[in-house]
T-cell receptor, first 112, second 115 residues
Framework: DAKTTQPNSMESNEEEPVHLPCNHS???????IHWYRQLPSQGPEYVIH???SNVNNRMASLAIAEDRKSSTLILHRATLRDAAVYYC?????????????FGKGTTLSVSS | EAGVVQSPRYKIIEKKQPVAFWCNPI?????LYWYLQNLGQGPELLIR????????DSQLPKDRFSAERLKGVDSTLKIQPAELGDSAVYLC?????????????FGPGTRLTVL
């Protein structure tokens, strides 16, 4: 899997939008961009994934750059419960079923 | 629908003692993973099962770690003997077969402390 780069930490205030960046300059044409997050004392949970077009679901939005070398996970209104480590992971469909390769992720702190 | 179940949630043992962790994946999920997570790091794969077959155990330290998934459902990970460096969180995850994007569902993990 190609490498991703994320900031170590970010801070946000409650009810404000949060934009979590991820750089993946060596992404291949078939790699999907996945985001997982890990709340304190819990296992990681899937957030969202996309290939080329921007994606929305109940948890977040994923904005993908036109050249696909970067992406941004958007939390529209951060809550205290969104404080977690967010991981950006590239996945090729050809290796479906194999392990996720996690980096250190971005630790998001949310203040009230 | 029940999620991935792991037990125990916490375990404290002395070095050189054996320890075992249990995982029950989501019903119908063929693929089961054991990950190791050290403090401040992302999870790393130890072993992956497709049904009862271990298809990727290249990162499992086989001198002291063993795992089984006898009937292709629940799984046990064992360490014998435990060392101080084994203190970490052990995560189990499962995934349904045939999912092109392969969402993985994680349990809460077992936090192991070796004294």
């Amino acid at each position: 899997d190609a490498k991703t780069t994320q900031p170590n930490s970010m801070e946000s205030n409650e009810e404000e939008p949060v934009h979590l960046p991820c750089n993946h300059s060596t992404i291949s044409g078939t790699d999907y961009i996945h985001w997982y997050r890990q709340l304190p004392s819990q296992g990681p949970e899937y957030v969202i994934h996309g290939l080329t077009s921007n994606v929305n679901n109940r948890m977040a939005s994923l904005a993908i750059a036109e050249d696909r070398k970067s992406s941004t996970l958007i939390l529209h209104r951060a809550t205290l419960r969104d404080a977690a480590v967010y991981y950006c992971i590239l996945r090729s469909p050809s290796i479906a079923g194999t392990a996720l390769i996690f980096g250190k992720g971005t630790t998001l702190s949310v203040s009230s | 629908e029940a999620g991935v179940v792991q037990s125990p949630r916490y375990k404290i043992i002395e070095k050189k003692q054996p320890v075992a962790f249990w995982c029950n994946p989501i019903s119908g999920h063929n693929t089961l993973y054991w990950y190791l997570q050290n403090l401040g790091q992302g999870p790393e794969l130890l072993i992956r099962y497709e049904n009862e077959e271990a298809v990727d155990d290249s990162q499992l330290p086989k001198d002291r770690f063993s795992a089984e998934r006898l009937k292709g459902v629940d799984s046990t990970l064992k360490i014998q003997p435990a060392e101080l460096g084994d203190s970490a969180v052990y995560l189990c995850a499962s995934s349904p077969a045939g999912s092109s994007y392969n969402e993985q569902f994680f349990g809460p993990g077992t936090r192991l402390t070796v004294l």
